[in-house]
């Protein structure tokens, strides 16, 4: 059964109004609910970075949906901790809290004054990350001296059943990486014969029969106009590649680059429209591909209104 989940963008909005958004997202029939992990936003426009993992345990506590959040260990967080943190949610809420990782963004890790690694290095520094993580997970006591250090490290504190570790990705070559060491796959959305190729790179890589999660940016509102500006002023620091979103240095660095960025251009990286009908279909084609969680991100900041209508006039007829 496809599960559709609200995602708690703590670049957009304080941690006190997201956690309503959450509980508004649980009461209109969302099941599920990602969260962002970043130290600053994607830009200044969007003015907010609250911390996520003390959100995380409220918003847990708050409703029953099972939630997720995307993690960049190994510069920024010491993978020791992020197994605490992870282990600490999933005994208190048990079944209820996945963990994606991915290699993150320049903007955030490089906030401890260390070197910002090359693709290569940092994909072979998640990996020992992952490694770290499951062997704590599974009680080991944990020595590794690589592109992280952890010496003597015991996690007492376990749940019964560990958390789910998704693969974050958001190129061909990076799903088929994640493939072989991942229990899911964590990517975003784009047309559908581009997404297909991420899907058949992460089943190539060994992904073949693990759950895949599509995160997917809408914006909704009243009137077209309002959807597409809405997009334009809170996302458009977000529409460039992979290579860009990861190597620019500052919220201001990235706001800059997207002054160029044409307002019309925005319903290619973003799923604009005022019908609900339209969206069915959109989504449906995503599901058709595989996906079993679609993560719904409403762009703009008319969050009551979209999950409102989406909980009213979206989600039933895809659960049928």
Same mark, same amino acid.
């Given at each position: *059964?496809i599960?559709?989940?609200?995602?708690?963008?703590?670049?957009?909005?304080?941690? #006190?109004?997201?956690?309503?958004?959450a509980?508004?997202? /649980?009461q =209109?029939?969302?099941?599920?609910?990602?969260s #962002? +992990?970043?130290?600053?936003?994607?830009?200044?426009?969007?003015?907010e970075?609250?911390? =996520?993992? #003390?959100?995380?345990?409220?918003?847990?506590?708050?409703?029953?949906?099972?939630?997720?959040?995307?993690?960049?260990?190994?510069?920024?967080?010491?993978?020791?901790?992020?197994?605490?943190?992870?282990? !600490?949610?999933?005994? *208190?809420f048990?079944?209820?809290?996945?963990?994606?990782?991915? &290699?993150?963004?320049?903007?955030?890790?490089?906030? &401890?004054g !260390?070197?910002?690694?090359?693709?290569?290095?940092?994909n072979?520094?998640?990996?020992?990350?992952?490694?770290?993580?499951? =062997?704590?997970?599974?009680?080991?006591?944990?020595?590794?001296?690589?592109?992280?250090?952890?010496? +003597?490290?015991?996690?007492?504190?376990? @749940? $019964?059943? @560990?958390? #789910?570790?998704?693969?974050?990705?958001?190129? @061909?070559?990076t799903?088929?990486?994640?493939?072989?060491?991942? %229990?899911?796959?964590? &990517? &975003?959305?784009? @047309?559908?014969?581009?997404?297909?190729? *991420?899907? %058949? $790179?992460?089943?190539?890589?060994?992904?073949?029969?693990?759950?895949?999660?599509?995160?997917?940016?809408?914006?909704?509102? +009243?009137? /077209?106009?309002? $959807?597409?500006?809405?997009?334009?002023?809170?996302?458009?620091?977000?529409?460039?590649?992979?290579?860009?979103? !990861? /190597?620019?240095r500052?919220?201001?660095?990235?706001q800059?680059?997207?002054?160029?960025?044409?307002k019309?251009? *925005?319903?290619?990286?973003?799923?604009?429209?005022?019908?609900?009908?339209?969206?069915? /279909?959109?989504?449906?084609?995503?599901? +058709?591909l595989?996906?079993?969680?679609?993560?719904?991100?409403?762009?703009?900041?008319q969050q009551?209104h979209?999950? %409102?209508?989406?909980g009213?006039?979206?989600?039933?007829?895809?659960?049928?």
């Amino acid at each position: *059964m496809i599960k559709i989940g609200y995602q708690a963008s703590h670049e957009q909005f304080k941690p #006190s109004a997201l956690l309503k958004y959450a509980q508004r997202a /649980e009461q =209109a029939g969302f099941q599920s609910c990602n969260s #962002s +992990d970043h130290f600053h936003p994607w830009s200044h426009e969007q003015g907010e970075s609250g911390f =996520a993992w #003390s959100w995380l345990g409220a918003a847990l506590q708050a409703t029953n949906l099972t939630f997720s959040v995307v993690n960049a260990p190994g510069q920024r967080y010491h993978p020791a901790i992020i197994a605490q943190a992870a282990a !600490t949610l999933a005994e *208190m809420f048990p079944n209820r809290f996945d963990i994606a990782l991915g &290699t993150g963004q320049n903007l955030n890790e490089h906030i &401890t004054g !260390t070197v910002w690694p090359v693709k290569q290095d940092r994909n072979t520094r998640l990996r020992e990350c992952v490694d770290i993580i499951r =062997a704590l997970w599974a009680g080991e006591t944990v020595t590794h001296h690589g592109l992280v250090t952890v010496e +003597d490290a015991t996690l007492f504190t376990r @749940p $019964a059943t @560990p958390p #789910s570790i998704l693969g974050a990705a958001i190129t @061909p070559e990076t799903a088929e990486w994640v493939g072989g060491w991942a %229990d899911a796959l964590l &990517t &975003t959305a784009r @047309p559908p014969e581009e997404l297909k190729k *991420m899907v %058949d $790179a992460f089943h190539r890589g060994g992904g073949e029969g693990k759950p895949m999660n599509l995160k997917v940016e809408v914006s909704f509102a +009243d009137s /077209e106009e309002e $959807a597409v500006q809405g997009a334009y002023e809170q996302w458009r620091s977000n529409i460039f590649t992979s290579s860009v979103l !990861t /190597e620019l240095r500052t919220a201001k660095q990235l706001q800059e680059a997207a002054q160029v960025v044409k307002k019309d251009i *925005m319903k290619e990286h973003v799923l604009i429209s005022t019908e609900p009908g339209q969206y069915q /279909e959109w989504l449906q084609q995503y599901i +058709d591909l595989g996906f079993t969680q679609l993560i719904l991100h409403n762009v703009n900041l008319q969050q009551e209104h979209f999950i %409102d209508l989406f909980g009213e006039k979206v989600l039933p007829q895809l659960a049928r």
